[in-house]
């Protein structure tokens, strides 16, 4: 069935290091791939996007290329700040509806 | 504010009450989603709409909820004879015509059954 896979965390970094959180997915069609981040006692918002092979994802220094032949849709950021810590989801959306969410990887950043 | 908003934020209730929990969505958006979440865990799809037909429910959407969005603008969710198990934060999205794909997240309601 359609599923998610994200590495566990949490993921403790000091500031300014690179990050990387894996996920792999397992969906039918051609999903489309999201990275949603959820702040401390604040509400799911979506942080990139891609919707077709190949296509790279960015939005304040984050980046994830979506990879079909590796079903893999990793997120990256080459310089992490406090203010970055966080619960990230990787998810897809198939046919326009309901979105499929990893577990979710907390990101801790210390100065 | 334009974002989608849910009330109440938090709400307590004893086992076996009744709970019913609003989601009000970005302006004239015709989608609009329901998810639960709990501790931990990344948030699972529970039921749809599109204006005001309810077009998918996941099997998680056991007979005690129900769900409704009468006018295709706001929705509400009730849970009926609530059970321990149903403490989990509910979170509602919404989604336009012109960016199907992405959906837009409401700060959700907290259940706690006691």
């Known amino acids: 069935g359609n599923s998610v896979t994200q590495m566990e965390g949490p993921v403790t970094l000091s500031e300014e290091a690179f990050l990387t959180i894996n996920c792999t997915y397992t969906?039918?069609?051609?999903?489309?791939l999201f990275w949603y981040v959820q702040y401390p006692g604040e509400g799911l918002q979506l942080l990139l996007k891609?919707?077709?092979?190949?296509d790279k994802g960015s939005n304040k220094g984050f980046e994830a290329t979506y990879r079909k032949e590796t079903t893999s849709f990793h997120l990256e950021k080459g310089s992490v700040q406090v203010s970055d810590s966080a619960v990230y989801f990787c998810?897809?959306?198939?046919?326009?509806?309901?979105?499929?969410f990893g577990g979710g990887t907390r990101l801790m950043v210390k100065p | 504010d334009t974002g989608v908003s849910q009330n109440p934020r938090h709400k307590i209730t004893k086992r076996g009450q009744n709970v019913t929990f609003r989601c009000d969505p970005i302006?004239?958006?015709?989608?609009l989603y329901w998810y639960r979440q709990t501790l931990g865990q990344g948030p699972e799809f529970l039921t749809y709409?599109?204006?005001?037909?309810?077009?998918?429910k996941s099997r998680l959407l056991s007979d005690r909820f129900s769900a409704e969005r009468p006018k295709g603008s706001f929705s509400t969710l009730e849970i009926q004879r609530t059970e321990q198990g149903d403490s989990a934060m509910y979170l509602c999205?919404?989604?336009?015509?012109?960016?199907?794909?992405?959906?837009?997240f409401g700060p959700g309601t907290r259940l706690t059954v006691t």
């Open positions: 969906a039918t069609g051609y999903p489309s």
């Open positions: 891609a919707t077709k092979a190949d």
């Open positions: 999205a919404s989604t336009g015509r012109g960016s199907v794909y992405e959906q837009y």
């Open positions: 302006s004239e958006h015709n989608r």
């Open positions: 998810a897809f959306n198939n046919a326009g509806n309901m979105l499929t």
């Open positions: 709409f599109q204006n005001e037909a309810q077009l998918e």
